[in-house]
């Protein structure tokens, strides 16, 4: 069965630290997608990136970068020099290719905190 | 850029009360998905609608809820007898077409609180 752990409940660090958020998930599929998902304060869930399995190649966008390893099942996410805007609950998801729906199972989420 | 859009942002409702939330997916979108996150938990998925009928549908999608496409542009999540626990936001989004070439598109979700 298809599952997505975020094994970081909180996380607090103080601006422009670096800091990374975990995700290992689980999957039958051998093709599938993984996604990040950033929820500010307001509620809205803002796309950050998608990653296809087949696509091992390591992203960086900004001050984002993703880091997506097949051999441990894992697609972890840093944020370089934090801000205090980059404070929000991140979440980390898969949908599988073998689900018609491409239905999207969301990990519970970690909550970042960048201090002043 | 197009985006989905839901309406109310927030719904206020009575226990035991019927609520419809609605959304407006993407036009060319052909796929539209409800999901639900109570307050402090995960995204959870709750039903998916193609070609005019559910595709799939989650345990928590129960007899209390239905979905339909009224027309050509809004897609709606009724509660029939809203209870404590529904409170929750909940988020409608839409893609153009399955199998993962395409993405989905949320929306920003509509917060329902049940008193």
């Known amino acids: 069965a298809q599952k997505v752990t975020q094994a970081q409940t909180e996380i607090s660090v103080v601006e422009k630290e670096d800091v990374t958020l975990d995700c290992v998930y689980e999957t039958r599929d051998t093709t599938y997608y993984l996604f990040w998902y950033k929820q500010p304060p307001s509620g809205e869930l803002v796309f950050l990136i998608r990653?296809?399995?087949?696509?091992?190649q390591n992203e960086i966008s900004g001050r984002y970068s993703w880091n997506f390893q097949k051999s441990t099942s894992s697609f972890n996410f840093t944020i370089t020099a934090s801000q205090v805007v980059d404070s929000a609950v991140y979440f980390c998801a898969l949908s599988e290719a073998l689900d018609r729906d491409d239905k999207i199972i969301f990990g519970k989420g970690t909550r970042l905190h960048i201090l002043p | 850029e197009p985006e989905v859009t839901q309406t109310p942002s927030h719904q206020v409702t009575q226990m035991g009360q019927e609520v419809i939330l609605r959304c407006v997916p993407i036009s060319n979108h052909l796929y539209f998905y409800w999901y639900r996150q109570i307050l402090g938990q995960k995204v959870e998925f709750l039903v998916s609608f193609y070609n005019n009928e559910i595709s799939e549908k989650s345990e928590i999608f129960d007899d209390q809820f239905s979905v339909e496409r009224p027309d050509g542009s809004n897609f709606t999540l009724k509660i029939r007898s809203t209870k404590l626990e529904d409170s929750a936001m909940y988020f409608c989004?839409?893609?153009?077409?399955?199998?993962?070439?395409?993405?989905?598109?949320f929306g920003d979700g509509t917060r329902l609180s049940i008193l």
């Open positions: 990653r296809n399995s087949f696509d091992e």
């Open positions: 989004a839409s893609s153009v077409s399955a199998g993962g070439n395409q993405p989905q598109h």
